[in-house]
């Protein structure tokens, strides 16, 4: 299942929330729902967050837990406004090292996937644990 490459024309679409739809693919036209501030894919079959996602410039709240992500694209460190991200539950072995540009105060959440860099019991901390990690070994 995927998204409609429609819904990319909802220019002011302000939240997404396709939730448990056994969708497949994020398509990169999605990056163009420019004043999107909430973006809900979470009990899906994902297996990767997309690039483009990192363009979502407004965007406050990414959850996509609950899939089969393995991979999280360095370009999630340009959202600027972002305040959430769940990745809970998922296939991840390693955080992009760009995560440490966020704020300490974005609300990072890591727990039952693989990590190793950094280590799972760090991520499950929380983003500062993470910095520090990330900082303290030049990952």
Known sequence: VEIPEE???LATLRYLSLNNNRIEYIPDSLAELTELV???????????VPASVGHLKKLRVLSVKH????FIPDTLSLLVNIELVDVCDNKLTRLPSTISEW????????HNNNLSLPPQEVADRGII???TFLRENNA
């Open 129 to 131: 644990s993470i910095k």
């Open 7 to 9: 819904v990319s024309q």
């Open 103 to 110: 704020s300490e105060r974005v609300d990072l959440k890591t």
């Open 38 to 48: 909430g973006l809900l894919l979470d009990n899906n079959s994902l297996t990767e």
């Open 67 to 70: 899939n089969f992500i393995e």
